[in-house]
């Protein structure tokens, strides 16, 4: 497949709604079974060589240790056990309802006992229905599912190619199933004191200074897929800092800016991979000097921290 094909939002938002009402049924299970860790970093997806799973989890909360994937290549949902369990149904042919039911029939099958606390939508717009009442989202075409996967596979690539260059602390490269993006967050160590009025969810995400970087393939706020950097919290004149390509931008949006690179337009570069990281080089740059970072300190040339910088060997 060639480097970031066409993703056209109009041709599979029926298919990337479905999808992203099943990937949140799967994440509030992980949410549910999984040890919390800093900045909600126990909930996002990973990728596999087939599709995007879970991680494993359970043990914790009582239930045995299970994971469940999503297979891009076989159109399944496949739930397993430590022991060698397994269950899976077709990702085809799936309302969210069935889905729902499908899913903890699954874990049933399996002895993971599994209530969701909250089995509705996150942040959608269909947020106060209840996952066994959604018949309405129940479109999926096994091209543009694969497809999708081919493509986060490549940006998370390009992302781990980015997160090599910094030697603080970062999050890893994950999937987020609320917003459905791909992304890499840096931080600078220093606390935010959030005000008293922002949520939890909130509160904890965004706890400490923060430059992150992501990719999505659209929404109602940006009707098209994009590569985004924010800084949060933002400093003063951020958005008049320029960008790169040519084709970036600074949007405003809720209040802050977010640099903004269009993935139709990162398709028409002489060399796509090179002008994605050098949009996130220059996003981190803007943040990260606007708002006081040691930029040079915590630079990781080449993915070394050694100070000797002995050449890379295979062990």
């Not at 309405?136 to 390009?158: F, G, S």
């Not at 940006?222 to 084709?247: I, M, N």
């Not at 921290?305 to 295979?314: G, M, Q, V």
Request: net charge negative; charged share 20%; glycine share 6%.
């Amino acid at each position: 497949m060639e480097l970031f094909p066409p993703m056209p939002l109009a041709e599979w938002r029926d298919t990337k709604e479905t999808l992203h009402r099943f990937t949140q049924v799967v994440g509030k299970i992980r949410l549910a079974a999984s040890v919390r860790r800093n900045h909600w970093w126990n909930v996002p997806f990973h990728l596999t060589g087939r599709g995007i799973t879970t991680r494993p989890m359970g043990q914790v909360d009582g239930n045995p240790i299970f994971t469940i994937d999503f297979d891009f290549v076989d159109h399944r949902l496949v739930v397993a056990t430590a022991d060698g369990g397994t269950q899976s149904f077709p990702l085809t042919g799936q309302s969210v309802a069935s889905f729902h039911r499908q899913t903890l029939e699954a874990l049933a099958a399996l002895g993971v006992r599994m209530e969701l606390r909250v089995p509705r939508p996150y942040r959608l717009a269909d947020s106060d229905r209840p996952f066994a009442e959604d018949f309405e989202h129940a479109t999926y075409d096994p091209a543009w599912a694969n497809r999708h996967w081919q493509v986060l596979n490549q940006v998370a690539l390009v992302l781990e190619e980015f997160a090599a260059r910094f030697s603080g602390k970062v999050s890893p490269v994950h999937l987020f199933w609320h917003s459905f993006d791909i992304a890499h967050t840096r931080f600078s160590g220093r606390t935010v004191d959030q005000p008293a009025q922002v949520d939890p969810v909130t509160r904890e995400a965004y706890s400490r200074e923060l430059i992150s970087f992501g990719f999505w393939f659209g929404d109602e706020n940006l009707g098209e897929p994009a590569f985004y950097s924010y800084t949060a919290p933002e400093p003063a004149h951020l958005a008049e800092d320029p960008l790169t390509p040519a084709s970036a931008k600074w949007t405003a949006l809720g209040g802050s800016h977010l640099a903004v690179l269009p993935y139709a337009a990162a398709r028409t570069e002489t060399d796509p991979r090179a002008a994605v990281l050098a949009f996130y080089e220059g996003a981190y740059r803007a943040g990260a000097m606007r708002a006081g970072w040691d930029v040079d300190g915590l630079a990781c040339p080449g993915g070394v921290t050694d100070p000797r910088r002995l050449p890379a060997e295979p062990p």
